[in-house]
């Protein structure tokens, strides 16, 4: 016969309790502890941004030699526009545009009919007055002798003497006419004043020539020295000091990608200009093979020199404020200083520093806008690139 063994009625609910409290006690430490681990980062980290981590550079000494790269207008050496100094027709022109000629070289010919006649009358006139004076000359040595004779009076000797000089004033103004029609005369052959190329052409057979006689003369030929080239830069005012004559130069033209020119300069105008505040540079090269054009654009690279380099830093160093310029600098008890600096040369992504800065300093790249002076940093390891 089986037996029924009664169970207490408060058992059940004494292991409900228990098992209860064990959930609770494993849901708590479940999530509370990843939160107390995550406070502590957080901790940490906020004790690690209260000193900021800076990367830091050195200053070095600038270059003495600065290549400063300035547009450049191209220009002949000499270049002249060519006028007629005889008025008359073109009778024929020898050299059109683009033809390379020397000095002396006929360019055109102007047939001037009256100027012809004028010298040839003025030719007859002076033979004329060479004539009557050789005859004056001879009356006047006769009169001359019969005065030591006491043939004549001497008022008679010294009338003749006066005709003969009169007439000889009148051969030199003949004279003189001649030689000024001759010149006039020989203007009708256009020559070359120099070696070039004619790169303008502005008349045809047949044309009226004007010398300027009657009305505004115009240019028959525009003629361009090109063997040799003038280059001219406008430096701006801070670099004008450190461009000397006799350096040298090179130009490159967009047209000869990779291939540069040799120049070297040649003169400057002395003076700023007060528009531009730039000084006028003249840089001289050869150009025996007419490669480079009168007229085209050049990008000149000059070298620069200073007598004095300072020192170097990395442009994203500078801070502008209301001081002036300045530098963050930490210190060796790792906080910061703010120093006043004088700029100099521009080099691009990095500055001279004129003044403010011994060299021995380290400079903080990149400094935040709101550093202050006394603040205490923390330098990375690993070095800034400068």
């Known amino acids: 016969m089986s037996m029924l063994v009664p169970v207490k009625p408060a058992a059940a609910p004494r292991r409900l309790l228990i098992v209860s409290a064990v959930v609770a006690a494993l849901a708590l430490s479940a999530g509370g502890i990843p939160r107390l681990a995550a406070h502590g980062v957080v901790a940490r980290q906020t004790d690690a941004l209260a000193v900021p981590t800076v990367a830091v550079v050195t200053p070095t000494k600038a270059p003495a030699q600065q290549v400063l790269v300035l547009p450049g207008d191209v220009e002949a050496f000499q270049e002249a526009n060519i006028y007629a100094r005889t008025s008359g027709y073109l009778h024929r022109w020898y050299s059109d545009i683009g033809t390379h000629v020397k000095r002396g070289d006929l360019l055109a010919d102007i047939d001037a009919p009256e100027l012809d006649a004028e010298l040839t009358q003025a030719q007859s006139d002076a033979a004329t007055a060479l004539a009557n004076y050789d005859i004056a000359k001879v009356t006047a040595a006769r009169w001359q002798q019969m005065l030591k004779d006491d043939a004549v009076s001497r008022q008679s000797s010294e009338e003749n003497a006066s005709t003969m000089k009169a007439k000889q004033a009148m051969l030199a103004a003949a004279q003189a006419n001649v030689s000024r029609l001759a010149q006039l005369q020989s203007f009708e052959k256009v020559v070359a004043p120099f070696d070039g190329v004619v790169t303008v052409r502005n008349i045809d057979v047949g044309a009226l020539i ?140 990095r500055v001279e520093i004129h003044a403010g800065l011994h060299g021995d300093e380290r400079v903080i790249v990149n400094p935040g806008d709101a550093i202050t002076a006394g603040q205490a940093v923390r330098i990375n390891a690993q070095p800034a690139n400068a």
């Open 210 to 349: 004007d010398a300027g006689n009657g009305g505004t003369p115009a240019a028959l030929f525009r003629l361009a020295e090109t063997d040799r080239l003038r280059v001219f830069v406008d430096v701006p005012q801070d670099q004008a000091a450190d461009v000397v004559a006799g350096a040298k130069a090179t130009l490159a033209l967009p047209q000869y990608p990779g291939r540069s020119f040799a120049g070297t300069v040649a003169r400057t105008s002395g003076a700023i200009d007060a528009n531009s505040r730039t000084l006028r540079v003249e840089v001289d090269m050869d150009n025996p093979d007419g490669a480079v054009l009168p007229g085209a654009y050049a990008q000149v690279s000059l070298p620069l020199s200073a007598a004095q380099p300072g020192l170097s830093l990395p442009a994203n160093a500078l801070l502008f404020r209301p001081a002036g310029v300045q530098v963050a600098v930490v210190d060796a008890k790792g906080t910061v200083q703010l120093r006043t600096v004088t700029l100099g040369r521009d080099f691009g992504a």
